[in-house]
């Protein structure tokens, strides 16, 4: 098996795997571990470690489907009955440009997604912050899409957030339409309208999570690790009767950016 391939910078260092869904295996802070890393990759649940891409859809997808021009589109359910997380965490990834500050990786999307297209996703670093920037493209024809980053951070780490709103989960778990203050941890929900953005710190050290998805999933419910997910659409919103469906064509890709912006507490 190939070996991670490295990207780092005086303050960052990352580690990405194409074989293991493209993702982010391994990152320090001035050699601060950041994300959960797995101890045996071959058996370990590829949902729970690392940071992985989410495409062409992001969190749960009710009862694994979704109805597009009339046409029902079914896929494996992962977190029976609903489809998790898209199709590109456990897949390989090709990689395009590998410099030691940047990485250019894609995936191209087959059976059973049903359109024509791929994904890309470059990650670099410098000497202040991660960036990473997501595409979903489609080859031929105009469908839905939904993208989004799922890190697993250690709780060596601590969590910042204040958000204004959090849409409300159904009985089957599912995130809906109707929006809410935001209730006590722990979480699993979907939040919006941000007043300031999410913060990790850990000692001096402090990242700050800037993004131009409009939602964000947080989990705090494990007592190792959080995720905090940003995505350019609520989950399960692929359906042509959603509110928030994004459509993407040759002519329109969907495109976001995550940025780890790091600061010390006397910046």
């Known amino acids: 098996m190939s070996p991670d391939l490295n990207i780092s910078s005086p303050i960052f260092s990352v580690w990405v795997s194409p074989q293991h869904g ?3 295996t391994r990152a320090e802070v ?3 571990p950041l994300l959960v890393e797995s101890s045996s990759r071959e058996s370990d649940a590829p ?3 690392g940071n992985y891409v989410m495409a062409p859809w992001a969190g749960r997808m009710r009862n694994a489907t979704f109805t597009h021009h009339n046409n029902e589109h079914v896929f494996v359910a992962n977190d029976s009955p609903h489809a998790i997380h898209g199709l590109a965490f456990s897949d390989a990834w090709s990689v395009g440009e590998h410099s030691t500050a940047s990485i250019t990786l894609r995936y191209d999307f087959e059976s059973p997604w049903p359109f024509d297209g791929w994904c890309e996703h470059t990650i670099s670093v410098d000497q202040h912050e991660i960036t990473c920037t ?3 493209n489609s080859s031929n024809g105009t469908w839905p899409a939904l993208l989004g980053w799922h890190p697993w951070f250690l709780k060596t780490w601590k969590l910042q957030t204040d958000f204004d709103t959090m849409l409300r989960r159904d009985p089957d778990n599912i ?3 109707i929006a809410m203050p935001p209730s006590q941890q722990p979480w699993d929900d979907c ?3 941000a007043r300031s953005a999410p913060t990790l710190s850990n000692g001096r050290n402090r990242l700050t999570l800037q993004s131009d998805c409009s939602h964000w999933m947080i989990y705090t419910q494990p007592e190792h690790a ?3 997910e940003p995505m350019s659409g609520p989950p399960n919103s692929l359906d042509d009767t959603h509110p928030n469906q994004i459509l993407v064509s040759p002519a329109q890709p969907l495109e976001r950016t995550l940025r ?4 010390t507490d006397t910046d």
């Open 226 to 228: 959080f995720c905090i």
């Open 175 to 177: 995130v809906g339409t």
């Open 191 to 193: 939040f919006m309208h």
């Open 260 to 263: 780890f912006v790091y600061t």
């Open 22 to 24: 493209g993702r982010m």
């Open 47 to 49: 949902t729970a470690w």
């Open 30 to 32: 001035h050699g601060h």
């Open 134 to 136: 997501l595409s979903v």
